[in-house]
């Protein structure tokens, strides 16, 4: 299962390039935490990824590629899409 499907190159490293889109920055060992709300303002869930991935920053969506597993494949969001987000870098 993949969260808003991305194609990706044959050796799975890199998403395909969709028309019109740009790619500004791919950062190797990358780790994604992910905050939910669920209906009330103090309900809040929280998953912490942390294995070595990859992200990919576009003009137009965020691509969080993993080693496939049962349960997920790749994130691939579009950057309206995000209500608060921050990119940290060493």
């Not at 499907?5 to 791919?26: E, H, R, S, W, Y």
């Not at 691509?63 to 950057?79: M, R």
Request: charged share 20%; hydrophobic share 35%; aromatic share 6%.
């Amino acid at each position: 299962m993949s969260i808003n499907c991305v194609m990706l190159t044959q050796d799975g490293k890199a998403p395909i390039p969709l028309p019109q889109k740009n790619m500004l920055f791919t950062q190797p060992d990358a780790k994604l935490g992910l905050e939910f709300k669920t209906g009330c303002p103090e309900n809040t869930e929280e998953h912490d990824k942390s294995s070595h991935d990859t992200v990919v920053l576009t003009n137009q969506r965020i691509v969080y590629l993993v080693k496939p597993t049962l349960n997920l494949q790749n994130l691939n969001v579009p950057i309206l899409n995000f209500k608060q987000w921050r990119l940290e870098h060493p």
